[in-house]
């Protein structure tokens, strides 16, 4: 069923934190229902707005990173590819940083 993909540790780790978000997030949501608020976003969000940004965000960071890993190689005379753990925490980063701040 999963043989279209290369799942890695890496990968299957990054799906299953998605997917323990979006659990999180509704059971926060059932919990304690969200309000608009602005924050360095240029416009009003809920959490769940801050949420898809950040992953998109996400995505987009570990899309750039795998295909940079090879230049950032060249770049800065690896003798290996970077781990894309560093991608990982990077990105998880700047999703904490746009659900607190955005």
Same mark, same amino acid.
């Given at each position: 069923?999963?043989?279209?993909?290369?799942?890695?540790?890496?990968?299957?780790?990054?799906?299953?934190? &998605?997917? /323990?978000?979006? #659990? %999180?997030? !509704?059971?926060?949501?059932?919990?304690?229902?969200?309000?608009?608020?602005?924050?360095?976003?240029?416009?009003?969000?809920?959490?769940?707005?801050?949420?898809?940004?950040?992953?998109?965000?996400?995505?987009? &960071?570990? /899309?750039?990173? #795998? %295909?940079? !890993?090879?230049?950032?190689?060249?770049?800065?005379?690896?003798?290996?590819?970077?781990?894309?753990?560093?991608?990982?925490?990077?990105?998880?980063?700047?999703?904490?940083?746009?659900?607190?701040?955005?």
């Amino acid at each position: 069923m999963f043989h279209w993909m290369a799942w890695t540790t890496p990968v299957a780790v990054f799906f299953s934190s &998605i997917g /323990l978000m979006l #659990v %999180g997030m !509704t059971l926060w949501e059932l919990k304690s229902p969200t309000v608009m608020r602005k924050g360095f976003l240029p416009i009003a969000t809920t959490r769940g707005d801050r949420l898809f940004i950040g992953l998109l965000s996400a995505g987009y &960071i570990n /899309l750039a990173f #795998v %295909g940079l !890993t090879g230049r950032f190689a060249e770049w800065f005379h690896l003798e290996h590819e970077p781990s894309v753990w560093i991608s990982f925490v990077i990105s998880m980063a700047v999703l904490g940083f746009i659900m607190n701040k955005g």
